[in-house]
């Protein structure tokens, strides 16, 4: 089977650093993406993690340990736009199947 | 680059009809789409996979002739809710990608009220 895990919501200051944790366990690994997701709206892509470190993109980040089964999205200098669902996603190496976590809300305040 | 368009947006109808969901690559071509259905605070369940010019593969508990799937072309996929429930309630999101190695993208959504 297969299991994602992140926390369900997380609450910071605009200007500060947030970091989502995901731990996964899935069958044919191939890589680990990063969603960000308004209410109502559909997902939009952050990131695509498939060797193991760290990536940046401008005020997101995210890591990869393949031999831990986790991975981290780090937001930078939050602005209050950033409130927003963020989902991650393991992908499976044959067909493309994502298998989504249940999200985590993160909720800036002023 | 990589767009993808839903239609309807929203649809709201009557127990026991059906609705048509669709969704459009606009400018690439996708060998593969796929189909998520989320429910409020919850997160994106994939329901099928369809690659085009085949039979759609059914993810474990989703009824094939409950939700047909249809990939006549590469550049659309339809999704018909058959014999409607308010159950059947959600948002409902396709996704489409070139290749299997391709990042999938999103449509904006469809939101579904079966009253």
């Known amino acids: 089977g297969q299991n994602i895990d992140q926390p369900t919501e997380m609450t910071a200051t605009e200007g500060a650093i947030v970091q989502i944790n995901c731990t996964y366990q899935t069958s044919g690994f191939n890589g680990l993406f990063w969603y960000q997701q308004h209410a109502g709206e559909a997902p939009t892509f952050l990131s695509y993690n498939v060797l193991d470190g760290l990536e940046e993109k401008g005020r997101f980040s995210s890591f990869l340990s393949r031999s831990k089964g986790y991975s981290y999205l780090l937001l930078k200098e939050l602005q209050m736009k950033d409130s927003a669902s963020y989902l991650c996603a393991a992908a499976k190496a044959a067909g493309n199947k994502l298998t989504f976590g249940g999200g985590t809300r993160v909720l800036v305040k002023p | 680059g990589a767009v993808v368009s839903q239609h309807p947006s929203r649809v709201i109808c009557k127990s026991g009809t059906s609705v048509k969901i669709e969704c459009r690559s606009l400018?690439?071509?996708?060998?593969?789409m796929f189909w998520y259905r989320q429910f409020p605070k919850q997160s994106l369940m994939l329901m099928a996979t369809s690659n085009e010019g085949s039979k759609a593969t059914y993810e474990q508990g989703v009824e094939k002739d409950k939700f047909l799937i249809n990939h006549a072309s590469l550049t659309l996929s339809t999704l018909t809710v058959t014999s409607a429930h308010p159950e059947d309630s959600s948002f409902y999101i396709c996704?489409?990608?070139?290749?299997?190695?391709?990042?999938?993208?999103f449509g904006p959504g469809t939101r579904l009220t079966v009253l």
């Open positions: 400018d690439f071509q996708a060998t593969t």
């Open positions: 996704s489409a990608s070139r290749d299997s190695t391709d990042t999938q993208y």
